[in-house]
């Protein structure tokens, strides 16, 4: 072998033992050996301290069982604490203290508006570009909706999502010889069926319908705002459709005189406690994963009805939306636990458990409740209908439901009619918008 040959051979060794540790350093090792090279890097690895809270009243053992247990097992490293809104450490009274928390969760609305009261927003797109988190994996109307209040920026990761789902009572069915619902059921083919449940036996009224107010209203499957954004005025005068959803939804079912009598819609305890309800509208799977002592072996589940012209339509996504906060010392390291959160072990994790999860991937949906509690409840139901999509909201859009919701159950009571109602909704909530926005 000539000299030159050898040479070469000898030159192109070296290239390639170069060009394998080049590759080594681009990606091939972790982010902990990185950061022995760049001891500014962000190491996974370190001890990390992080404060948990959400304005939702959950307390320490509801966040473990749903979230903690899995984090501190996932991350042996990291020092998780978690503050339970209440008496004394509620947000204003946190803010006021100058408590500082790494990681804020709660559902959509009530996420954006405590967030935006605060000003604690966190824009996380750079550490998801980081991170290499792919968002078109996930459910696209709920990454939709935080991009709109967010002004195109991030400030939250879905983790759970919701939609409403129709609950039975086969017990109440079985007793009065009605056929159960099914799967696909139009709101006509519901209300026909909730007339022939409504009535009186031995003195206890039965409810053929009933739903929570507050929750069919925020998600309602028109896709309806509370506030027009552009103008920020409420909507219920502005657009017909209320009148029908609110028509079908709450006046309908309470046209006999014993459901009147309650003077309200009755409460999901009816449901759940009484058991003299039949059918009750309510989010998937939140019953049977966290109201406790009752016996549901004799309640299932189908889809929300449909209206016509929305053939195949359910209700809108309800996330909950987990953020990094601007109070945080540690951003990276809190990203970094919502990283596993939104992991597909997990999202699977959590489906087996019933819940919906917030990754678009049909491997983890088809196991959804298959080691909950109940496992043999109609679990296709909670995606036998799309999801409706999100309106475009302003931060305090959620807080006039509770002003909606009010005039549904007057209505339901049949105290008002529906023009006057509206009327008074669009006063009350003409009011509210102002007293937001001087709070704010």
Not at 358 to 379: C, F, H, M, T, W
Not at 385 to 409: C, G, W
Request: net charge neutral; aromatic share 12%.
């Amino acid at each position: 072998m000539s000299k030159k040959m050898v040479s070469m051979i000898a030159m192109l060794s070296v290239m390639s033992a170069f060009a394998m540790g080049c590759a080594k350093g681009s990606g091939g090792d972790s982010g902990a050996d990185a950061a022995k090279d760049d001891p500014n890097k962000f190491n996974p690895n370190e001890p990390a301290e992080l404060v948990v809270f959400t304005s939702s009243g959950a307390d320490e053992a509801s966040f473990n069982d749903r979230f903690g247990n899995y984090l501190k097992k996932k991350l042996p490293n990291y020092t998780f604490k978690f503050i339970q809104s209440k008496k004394g450490t509620t947000l204003p009274e946190l803010m006021a203290a100058g408590e500082k928390f790494d990681i804020f969760y709660h559902t959509i609305g009530n996420f954006e508006y405590d967030l935006s009261q605060y000003n604690l927003q966190y824009d996380m797109t750079e550490l998801i570009k980081k991170n290499k988190i792919d968002l078109t994996k996930f459910e696209p109307t709920v990454i939709d909706a935080i991009k709109q209040v967010s002004d195109g920026k991030m400030y939250a990761l879905p983790v759970n999502i919701f939609n409403i789902v129709l609950y039975y009572n086969k017990l109440i069915f079985d007793k009065f010889g009605v056929p159960y619902p099914k799967d696909g059921m139009t709101w006509d083919e519901t209300l026909a069926t909730a007339k022939k449940l409504t009535r009186t036996e031995n003195g206890l009224q039965y409810y053929g319908f009933a739903t929570s107010p507050q929750h069919i209203l925020r998600m309602n499957q028109f896709s309806l705002p509370t506030i027009d954004i552009k103008t920020g005025a409420p909507t219920i005068n502005q657009n017909e459709k209320w009148k029908q959803f609110f028509q079908t939804v709450f006046v309908d079912p309470a046209e006999d005189e014993g459901y009147r009598a309650l003077k309200k819609i009755p409460a999901l305890s009816n449901f759940t406690q009484e058991q003299n309800v039949a059918m009750y509208a309510y989010l998937s799977a939140h019953i049977f994963n966290n109201i406790k002592g009752v016996n549901w072996d004799h309640v299932d589940m189908v889809s929300l009805p449909t209206f016509k012209e929305l053939p195949g339509i359910g209700s809108q996504a309800y996330p909950l939306y987990f953020g990094v906060t601007k109070l945080s010392k540690n951003p990276e390291a809190a990203f970094h636990a919502l990283m596993q959160l939104t992991s597909a072990e997990f999202q699977t994790e959590s489906a087996k458990q019933g819940n919906m999860p917030v990754l678009v991937d049909e491997s983890i949906r088809k196991q959804i409740g298959k080691e909950a509690e109940y496992p043999n409840k109609n679990y296709n139901a909670l995606y036998f209908n799309k999801f409706a999509p999100i309106p475009p909201r302003l931060p305090y859009d959620a807080n006039l439901v509770v002003t909606y919701a009010a005039q549904a159950n007057a209505l339901a009571a049949g105290t008002t009619d529906m023009n006057t109602s509206f009327r008074k909704t669009e006063e009350t909530a003409l009011k509210a918008i102002e007293d937001l926005k001087r709070a704010k």
